[in-house]
């Protein structure tokens, strides 16, 4: 939204500072995102009055000027080829040397022998018009040689505003001003117009319902109104003018649109253009001539209805659209544009003026499916003011009859079936104060809300606040507690935490799993990372993407790894040797209908083992192996699949976490595009279970020595360390205490595809002290059971 200064000073009464402006509005209702100042290219021109003129001696269009520029250097001659310029007139001076819009620079130079020391301009030449007939008169007082922008009120600055979508009523120059006047003080009034006069009570909007009519329909000076969708425009508000005359628009007009960036079209269409940046309204205008009836129908649009809009391109309606139609075709499309068959042009002398208001939602859906967006549609799709209506009509009439003439013989006809009340919302102080943590006096929030429009009036221990129609944001007590807040100033509120009441409704069981699986991975020292879900297709049930980006990411990833190995990647790539990341996020695979997702965690390790330490000197940290990965695999294991055991891989380069009979983890080295001085990367991915893991639980202290002996067996290939620990474990009962491996063999004593391996054992009775006898009983029938059931022996020597 571009608003301007000078329109703001119109309707404040008072200068504004444009940075202290921007930042004010910024800091309390809506980001001030440039401060454009305009006609700053105009600052070397000067006003000067031409003293003489005379013919120039070597060409019959151009005249010879001599001018007083003001200064010592007293007045000095300019050839002239406009023929309006007369003795003892002002005009707008360019010296030697001024540059002008557009980067031109002047230079003394000759004209058909007589040399011209800087130049008279039309308004083209200053970009302030598109007339190059003439030179640019000016009515001032100012003394000659006084600079341009100082002596005429065009110097301006554009404020470029980020409106959000809840926030419609700053969408005009009235909005934006009732929120600086609540901050930098002032009374926001709509400024005279130029020739105007107020409309009578005579002429003012009449509910179609006063007249004794049907609330859907009625007639205003000869012209039918029908209105036959009130679901997609609860109002529409007519006025018939005769006798306009459609022309150029005065200076004023042309200006005011000119300073927010809109090109000036005629009178009549500048008029509602300006309605619009002034209070928000979007209006149309249709030649009553043109319209066949003569009616104004709305109604829901017929299927493939067609209209041919304003930008010439003709177009199917839906019955989802609302259509303004006459007795016989569409002529607009509701809220979006209008079309040319009922276009008011230069032959116009009767129109008919629309003021109306369409269902948001509808609006949205019929610029989308066109494809066509307007500020009319920007503005309806955001909601407008309701109940301003009768207003804006009012002050739309007021400028037409100034600046195009005509009569309103009849007062506007207003079709309203289903007539709203102002909303009322009730606040409590105390609820204030406890929401922003500060006392704020009842006297501070009424006059806070009565400085933008709300009315407030004291009803017991609450206050009973009436919300202006520009709000249709503001529908619960807690939108009005914001309305304190931004105003009296977010800066004021206190920074320090205060005393809360914590929530008691516990996080989801898939965000707890995942909290329990980033503190574990942090704790053991490694960072998260982030990744896009896309790469290539690495498995046949990989998700394929309609419109991917590109070639290397065309489908949604099936796992976490890939993403994270190009990470470390491109950690190599700025010379980092020492990785450890991990991520935490949804992977994919082709389901029936939608795809099916589920949360996985994944993570890479390459380089040091540890940070390195000044007591190190000169010793090299040991970089990361296996162990070390298997290490950080258990850790995620414990959390993200409680109750999954960790086993080998058959072929010994990494391991897998199995849970009831499903691999759900994966752990080995990786193969990356790696440095030659880079260390070995490894990487594991778990999937992620929403079942906790057990808590732990509180054990007193044992009061009984416990039996350690070690074991050493010899497994032949294929079987696991766990399949043997877990017989062990059924033989040992409740006196096996803990058991771990501590030491692996494989060598020419053994034979082929066997191997060593050696447990520690710990025994212990809770009741009494255990002998090693009945240690040495418990081990044996282990042993017959290991024979028997995976044919493990022990190891002799």
Known sequence: MIVSRGWLEALLGRPLVAHEVAERLTMTCAAVEAVVPLHQDLRDVLVAQVLETKPHPNADRLTLCLVDVGGSGGPVEVVCGAPNVQAGKKYPFAPVGAELPGGVKLERRKIRGVESNGMLCSARELGLGHDHAGILEIDTPAAP???????????????????????????CHKGVAREVAAVLGGTVKLPAIPGGRPVTPSEAVTPSAARGRQSSKGIVDGVEIRLEDPEGCPRYIAAVIRGVRVAASPAWLATRLAAVGQRSINNVVDATNYILFELNQPLHAFDLAKLRGPAVVIRRAKANEPITTLDGIARKLTPEMTAICDAERPTIVAGVMGSAESEVSEKTTDLVLECAYFQPTRIRRTRRALGLSSESSYRFERGIDLLGMPDAMRRAIELILAVAGGALREAPLDVWPKVEQPRSVFLRPARVNHLLGVDVPRGDIERLLSAIGFIAAPKDDRIAVQVPGWRPDVTREVDLIEEVARLRG???LPDDLRPYRPGTVPDAPAMQARARVREQLVRAGMLEARTLPLGAADTPDAVEIRNPLSAEESHLRTRLLPGLVRRVEHNWAGSVRDVRLFEIGTVFKTGKGAPVESASAAGVLTGARRPRHWSDGDAKVPDMDLWDLKHHFELAVQVAAPGATVQALSSGAGWEAVAGGQVV??????????????????????????????????????????????????????????AVSAVLRRVGGPLLEQLEVFDEYRGQKLKGGERGVAWHLTFRDPTRTLREAEVDKVIAAALKALEEELDVRRRES
């Open 490 to 492: 977010y800066d004021a």
């Open 665 to 722: 983890g994966w752990a080995g080295p990786l193969d990356a595009d790696a440095p030659r001085w880079a260390g070995a990367s490894f990487g594991f991915e778990v999937r992620v279970s929403e079942v906790a893991p057990e808590r732990p639980r509180f054990r007193l202290l044992p009061g009984t020595p416990p039996v350690v002996q070690d074991l050493a067996l010899v497994l032949p290939g294929g079987v696991s360390a766990a």
């Open 145 to 171: 040689g006084t600079r341009f922008l100082e002596a005429m009120p065009i110097a301006d600055d554009q404020f470029v505003i980020d409106v959000p979508a809840n926030r419609p009523d700053l969408l």
